[in-house]
């Protein structure tokens, strides 16, 4: 098989042994799945969809420093390849030394086993047991790595038990401040008065009344100010159909004129008087009007105004409403707390009794006590004097 070939994701063999290794902290020479890849072609420069290589993804699975060092030795491919099959053929040559002479030892015991006694067939598992522990330390190795994983997870979980720890003290703190802030709302309620609720409705409700005046007020001038307008307006339509009426007498008087002065060389000082009157009074209808569309203006301005202060008004008295809902909810706050307070004075009594009850109780067992005790003491003295 091609130890260097990548899955669609560019995924190696090399990257998913790595990752092995890593997570669960291999040294170099225990990472053995890595070393046959590399020493049969795998490379260490591949790269996946994300552009990870081995070296970077057993950095990520949190790989010993050994291991990581080695991926990234200088020469790349080749030098890692190189390195791999020397460790295997060392790892190989160790192996077969340490089958050697087990087995040297097994095949000498066995041609001696009749003849070795109790005492040096204890001698031989004792030397068996110290060849086998002078061995490279695979099983300590292991077993470190095991230990330092799972010290590794236990002081994982016991950040994790302080935070958890300290984010309920948090929430503790919170609601504790919580309860103290509507302890305190429900004393300050609680204290007010009721007198006080009522005077402070009293006066919301006297505000509400003039702002509701005002209101009136306001609507009936605005009322009065359309009418003018409106007044206005008629008599600035009376005026301009006065004037497109003067004007056609006009125009009419001119082609009069015109006639007229076709037949005769000068006209006659009537006529004259005539136009200039009608000129005269063409002016004054324009004054007249400029004077209506500059009132008629101001009534807009005027209009405007008062649409503003209504709706100022409107809106103070939603205020005064939202205000006036407000106390109310206060109010019915301030009957559930009394009704609260009333609940917890009468359980307060009934533990008292039920406390005093137990005192009573008490102080009978400890009467009773007194009395067996003296009790006690009498036949003693009877006993001492009967012997």
């Known amino acids: 098989a091609d130890a260097a070939a990548s899955n669609n994701f560019g995924v190696a063999p090399l990257h998913v042994a790595v990752a092995y290794a890593g997570l669960e902290r291999m040294e ?34 949190g790989a010993r420093p050994s291991l990581i060092d080695f991926l990234e030795l200088e020469g790349g491919s080749a030098a890692c390849q190189r390195a791999a099959q020397e460790i295997l053929e060392c790892q190989d040559e160790e192996s077969e030394g340490e089958e050697e002479s087990l087995t040297a030892i097994l095949s000498s015991q066995t041609k001696a086993g009749a003849k070795t006694p109790g ?33 590794l997870r236990l002081q994982k979980e016991l950040d994790e038990s302080r935070g958890n720890l300290r984010h309920v003290q948090g929430l503790l703190d919170q609601s504790r401040s919580t309860l103290e802030r509507m302890k305190s709302a429900r004393l300050s309620v609680s204290e007010a008065p009721a007198e006080a609720f009522q005077a402070v409705r009293d006066d919301m409700e006297k505000e509400m009344e003039e702002l509701r005046q005002r209101q009136d007020v306001l609507g009936q001038e605005r009322h009065e100010w359309l ?8 008599r600035l339509l009376e005026m301009a159909q006065k004037l497109d009426q003067t004007e056609a007498n006009n125009k009419r008087l001119i082609s009069e004129r015109e006639a007229q002065t076709k037949e005769v060389t ?29 009132k008629d203006q101001a009534l ?33 706050e301030l009957q559930i707390a009394q009704g609260q307070q009333d ?12 406390l005093a009850e137990r005192e009573a109780n008490l ?25």
Request: include cysteine; proline fraction near 2%; aromatic fraction near 0%.
């Open 28 to 61: 170099l020479k225990e990472a053995r799945a890595a070393l046959m890849l590399l020493a049969h072609g795998a490379k260490v420069d591949v790269r996946d969809q994300h552009g990870h290589t081995p070296a970077s993804v057993a950095r990520m699975a």
């Open 363 to 387: 102080e009978g067992s400890k009467r009773e006590l007194q009395r067996l005790k003296e009790e006690l003491q009498r036949k003693v003295i009877e006993a001492e004097e009967a012997r």
């Open 300 to 332: 807009s301005e005027k209009d405007a105004e008062l649409k503003v202060k209504a709706q100022a008004e409107q809106e103070a008295l939603e205020a005064l409403e939202a205000k006036d809902a407000e106390l109310e909810r206060l109010q019915s």
């Open 119 to 151: 005492h040096m067939t204890q001698s031989f598992s004792d030397r068996v047991r110290a060849s086998t522990s002078s061995a490279p330390d695979m099983k300590m190795a292991e077993e470190n790595a095991r230990l330092a994983e799972e010290n």
């Open 227 to 234: 009418e003018e307008r409106n007044a206005l307006q008629e």
């Open 266 to 294: 000068r006209p006659s000082s009537a006529v004259q008087r005539q136009v200039a009157e009608l000129t005269r009074k063409s002016d004054e209808l324009s004054q007249t009007t400029a004077a209506l569309d500059a």
């Open 343 to 354: 609940r917890c004075n009468q359980k307060m009594e009934e533990k008292a009794a039920a």
